[in-house]
């Protein structure tokens, strides 16, 4: 199995899932988006699978602080979706675990484990 983990370290959640991981002896790749940011194509890739409503964390302080104009085209517009989070990776929702060409956004532990299965 090649899984990744996408975040931030310092993220709450991405510290709670990378400790799942963990607890489960479940080798996974973490790439921090503070000092590899997600490309283009990751974002691409993502997108396949989740919608972007989903991916972007519409909760989040880099949200709020957008223009509502920003906003509203981030999420009519999926490449100016995806440039804005290559410019801006703390809009993305965390973490984002990739596994075997298949993706999940967030953490929670039963879903984790179907998705592990």
């Known amino acids: 199995m090649n899984i990744r983990i996408y975040g931030i370290?310092?993220?709450n959640t991405v510290k709670k899932?990378?400790?799942w991981l963990a607890e489960q002896h479940?080798?996974?790749?973490?790439?921090?988006f503070k000092k590899i940011p997600p490309t283009a194509a990751d974002i691409q890739f993502w997108l396949t699978h989740i919608p972007k409503e989903t991916l972007i964390n519409r909760k989040g302080t880099t949200w709020r602080k957008l223009s509502t104009s920003e906003q509203q085209n981030a999420l009519s517009s999926d490449e100016t979706a995806i440039d804005l989070m290559i410019s801006q990776s703390s809009?993305?929702?965390?973490?984002v675990l990739v596994n075997?060409?298949?993706?999940?956004?967030?953490?929670?532990?039963?879903?984790?484990?179907?998705?592990l299965a």
């Open 9 to 11: 370290s310092q993220c």
């Open 17 to 19: 899932a990378r400790q």
């Open 26 to 32: 479940i080798n996974a790749e973490f790439i921090d």
């Open 91 to 95: 809009v993305i929702k965390r973490p």
């Open 100 to 115: 075997n060409q298949r993706v999940l956004v967030g953490f929670d532990a039963q879903q984790y484990t179907d998705f």
